[in-house]
């Protein structure tokens, strides 16, 4: 029912940033994007998927301790899309990152897009 791809990832210098975008799409796209929260996770080489960001229906957002006060994240529902605005980036943060918005019967994820912190 619903497709979600990420973009915007890539290789930056340690302190840089970046925004990265996911776009859900499909035929229920509009209702799902507009009444779950939607949440961003990441994944570096051989460790476990971290749960990084989230935002709910009414705007309000959470992050996990180590990117707090670098990472915002928001929601645009005119374009069904998420993002996450990424400053002050660290080696640490080198990982591929994945959106996701799961609800009472579905868990949607999206192919994920790789960012690289590397001086």
């Known amino acids: 029912q619903v497709q979600l791809v990420e973009s915007g990832g890539g290789l930056v210098q340690p302190g840089g940033s970046l925004r990265l975008s996911c776009v859900a799409s499909?035929?229920?796209?509009?209702?799902?994007?507009?009444?779950?929260?939607v949440t961003w996770h990441r994944q570096a080489h051989g460790k476990q998927r971290e749960w990084v960001a989230g935002?709910?229906?009414?705007?309000?957002?959470n992050y996990v301790d180590s990117v707090k006060g670098r990472f915002t994240i928001s929601r645009d529902s005119a374009v069904k899309t998420v993002y996450l605005e990424m400053n002050s980036l660290k080696p640490e943060d080198t990982a591929v990152y994945y959106c996701n918005i799961n609800t009472r019967i579905s868990n949607y994820w999206g192919q994920g897009t790789l960012v690289t912190v590397s001086s």
């Open positions: 935002i709910t229906t009414e705007g309000l957002t």
């Open positions: 499909g035929v229920a796209s509009r209702r799902i994007f507009s009444a779950n929260p």
